[in-house]
């Protein structure tokens, strides 16, 4: 058919996680400029199943991709992967495929914060005590959901391809496991086998193809309605640790891992073993179809499917050709992927011999396509969109109303930037000048900062530095940073900002501390306008209800260092967690600013908007002591316990009274006492048409600065062994340029 362009489809979990599986208001929104179009089931066994209508009549290969299982609270460093398997089926125009993708089983970190942070050993002494009591529940990684694709003959429905689900890890690793240890994957090849579910334990044993349960945490089969299984019931009352299974079978967590989903179920653990990990599911393939890809754990993360043309190779040697775009003909491919000259070959028939090294050479070729594919900068990318991280938003703290997307990020592409010069190290990896062509239809450089993220990170870190790229992109305000657009389509990634020329306020106060020796050109009303710069960001920020969590003056950045200087907030690391809920809770006290935090983030990790008004009074307090450490000589724990006790900083040297008094209201230790960020800056432009205030001179530096102990910059593990990028010095450099100090 010529008209029949479209020779791939690929099917994803629809940006869904979790037990159940996605609406059709996900699938239609992650679909969105795609080929791709299917219906949602609603309600019963196909709720959360995708249903696509097949195009033309004719053999399609099929390869379905389970999902993978969730990792243990101490047993993290790697996953169960989920099954990849192939084959080719004849379909005929109009088959309606249903296709189930399975989801990722939970991770049992972030769970119960106390153990995740390792403060807690709660679930190790309770097996000490007693290794069969199962008091310690809870703490081991979900199931993953099986990727299940079938059609309805005469209603009822007949497995095509089922990709199992990788068990869920643990609590802790076996110390005994080995690699020569792990079971190979299996597959059925036969309808009369029993799709049954996985035995079930502690934790939940994996959902099947056909079959029934009664219990909660165990996954569900196919006829069920595929749900993940939920938390043992031990692990939700005794530590309120719920950890599911992935949609798709997966079963739920308890201290050992839930089994994977499949045509059959991975069997669990009998006893609430912490070193048990649930076992893979069982793939299947109908055998009307052509085995194509014998199953191989390679997936990750959420299942997916692929449907594409299979063409017709049978008269190429290796068995391997493509489609030429242009002639529409059907090309050979060499072993090495090359195509065959066209000249006419006489070949001997080498008997099953040729045949041998013709199959080995196509499992080889679409081997080598599935492992490049997973390593590519576009699929990760591609699996990052689809993120519940990316669009599983909480309603009430979508910023101004809005649901941020990847696909609203404004893409630049590459050969329009330049790298000029390093500025420093942010919390990804280095930060750069550069200059940016083409913005806004000119023709004129813009120049930029750019923040770059090393080529090998996690996943997490992508989607962290994908999150910060997407917070950044919905202010719109004169005293936030700008983001200019993104580079995302090939590694190293990029965000562009806005450029500030005058660095971070905390090094530049330092720099301007009038000395004997040296006069500073700055005045107290100078001090003033840079807070009230703040201030009005704070408030922007406050009356579309975001909490930034470290309002500090590192996180503050200045367009220039001369007079005409605007202050804004420039980083926004710490608030990428809080971003989806009206408050944030955070167990432990490990990786947060405690001297800009209130008593009430630290205790009971409540964090509000009222948490911003304490930290802009620490940072009023930074401004006026020009930029001296807050709380000078304590330690942090020595600061929480002052803080706790009532006590607060002393005003910072010659500071004015009515500047002290503004810190001190925004160090109410009730929260609802505090000014909101309106009334604060009535109260410094008081201050600004002060005369008592504005000629109040800076205090003078009689000697060297006492080293201030402590680092409040959080810098990534190894990052000073990271390799900068190259960059073109074709620029003449302004040295007043100061290096910008990130957070």
Known sequence: DPEFKAKTWWFTSCGASGPRGPTQAQCDSAYRNTNVSVMVGKEGPLRGVQMWRVPATNRYKITAYGAAGGKGAKNHNKRSHGVIISAIFPLEKGDILYLLIGHQGEDA???????????????????DRDSSAMEWAGGGGGGGGATFIFRLEDGEPVPLLIAAGGGGKAYLEDPESSLDQIPLEQYENDTVAAGVNGRTGAAGGGGGWRDTTTHLWAGKSLFEGPEGGSSCPQALSKLGWATFGGFGGGGGACTAGGGGGGYRGGDVSQTDDITADGQDGISFVHPSGEIFLQPLAAMESHGEAEIEVHLNCSHCQTQSCKRDEDSRLILCLCHNEELLSHVKLLFVDLGSVLHVFAVYYRKKNHLHAVRVRLQSPEYKLSKIRSSTI??????????????ASLSELKEVPRKNITLLRALGHGAFGEVYEGQVLGMNGENTAMQVAIKTLPEICSEQDEMDFLMEALIMSKFNHQNIVRCIGVSLQILPRFILLELMTGGDLKSFLRHNRPKISQASSLTMLELLHMARDI?????????????????????CLLTCPGPERVAKIGDFGMARDIYRASYYRKGGRAMLPVKWMPPEAFLEGIFTCKTDTWSFGVLLWEIFSLGYMPYPCKTNQEVLEFVTSGGRMDPPKSCPGPVYRIMTQCWQHCPEHRPNFSTILERINYCTQDPDVINTPLPVEYGPAVEEEGSTVIRPEGSGSMTPLLVTHSMSQDASLQPWELH
Not at 109 to 127: A, K, M, Q, R
Not at 390 to 403: I, L, Q, R, S
Request: with cysteine.
């Open 535 to 555: 201030a009005f960001g704070c408030q922007y920020l406050e009356e579309n209800h975001f909490i930034h969590r470290d309002i500090a003056a590192r996180n």
């Open 390 to 403: 990316m669009t599983d938003y909480n309603p009430n703290y979508c910023f101004a109303g809005k649901v």
């Open 109 to 127: 970190c972030p769970g119960v914060s106390t153990i995740c942070l390792g403060e807690s050993t709660v679930i190790e002494d309770g097996f």
